[in-house]
């Protein structure tokens, strides 16, 4: 059995590939949040993208998108549930409290800004997003969906 400075993601998983550990070989929470924002905010290297299958990438989706944040989401929160469960949770004490802590930190940091960005598509994915109107008198665009003139 390893010890808890074992504990991390998937061996070939994602985040494992950029450098993300939680325990003894994770660091400081700084050097988390760092690799944490670079696996959210860009493209993965291909030292990730060789690992894994053209499913598992979608699955992780495009840079600053929702599939990938939320998937970064139910990622730590898997690492973290996974561990409370076992027999010997005691010995992953720091790692789920890292887990956590990196979870809520992604969605503090990061959180808002999906929500805001997906916030006026439908939610129905039969539906279509508003399409944007020619220019008013102002210069700037108008959604199909604005019912007051703002000219």
């Known amino acids: 059995m390893r010890g808890e400075h074992w504990i991390d993601c998937p061996e070939f998983g994602p985040l494992s590939i950029l450098g993300y550990h939680v325990g003894e ?7 988390r949040h760092e690799i944490l924002r670079r696996a959210f905010e860009e493209p993965f290297p291909w030292r990730v993208t060789r690992e894994l299958s053209k499913e598992e990438l979608a699955e992780w989706g495009t840079p600053r998108s929702r599939a990938r944040f939320d998937k970064m989401i ?12 076992r027999e010997n949770a005691r010995s992953y004490r720091t790692a789920i409290r890292e887990w956590q802590s990196d979870a809520q930190w992604l969605r503090a940091e990061h959180g808002l800004r999906v929500a805001s960005r997906w916030a006026n598509l439908p939610s129905n994915p039969q539906q279509t997003a508003p399409r944007l109107l020619s220019p008013n008198p102002r210069g700037t665009a108008r959604r199909s969906h604005d019912t007051t003139d703002r000219g």
């Open 74 to 85: 139910r990622s730590l929160e898997s690492f973290s549930s996974n561990a409370q469960s």
């Open 25 to 31: 070989r994770g660091g400081n929470p700084l050097r």
